[in-house]
């Protein structure tokens, strides 16, 4: 493979910042998005090659300005719909939701 998924073998972008004792999640949004794909996983029925392929199909300029677990996120929404478990209206309707409850919360 030589797309921009692969691009840890690269040269030419820099070195990897670490934080120092780095937590495992930033974001409590994070740890959700980690248990959904947990359970989805077994309940949906998909494996680690199809979040990766998923991944693999987000458009270099958004995967390069997304975070690990909005790619995971990302990949979950398309495996989701390819097995019509939700449709692209209703993940857009429940995020709108969860805006609006932020705004008004």
């Not at 073998?9 to 794909?37: C, L, Q, T, Y």
Request: hydrophobic share 35%; proline share 3%.
């Amino acid at each position: 493979m030589d797309g921009i998924h692969d691009m840890g073998g690269m040269h030419g972008f820099g070195a990897i910042e670490r934080e120092e004792n780095e937590p495992v999640f930033h974001h409590d949004w994070e740890k959700r998005v980690f248990g959904i794909s947990l359970q989805a996983a077994d309940s949906v029925g998909f494996c680690d090659d199809q979040l990766r392929r998923s991944i693999e199909r987000v458009p270099p300029e958004i995967y390069l300005t997304s975070s690990y677990y909005e790619l995971w996120l990302a990949s979950m929404e398309a495996i989701f719909e390819e097995k019509g478990v939700l449709t692209r209206g209703e993940i857009e309707r429940r995020v709108e939701e969860l805006k609006q409850g932020e705004r008004d919360g």
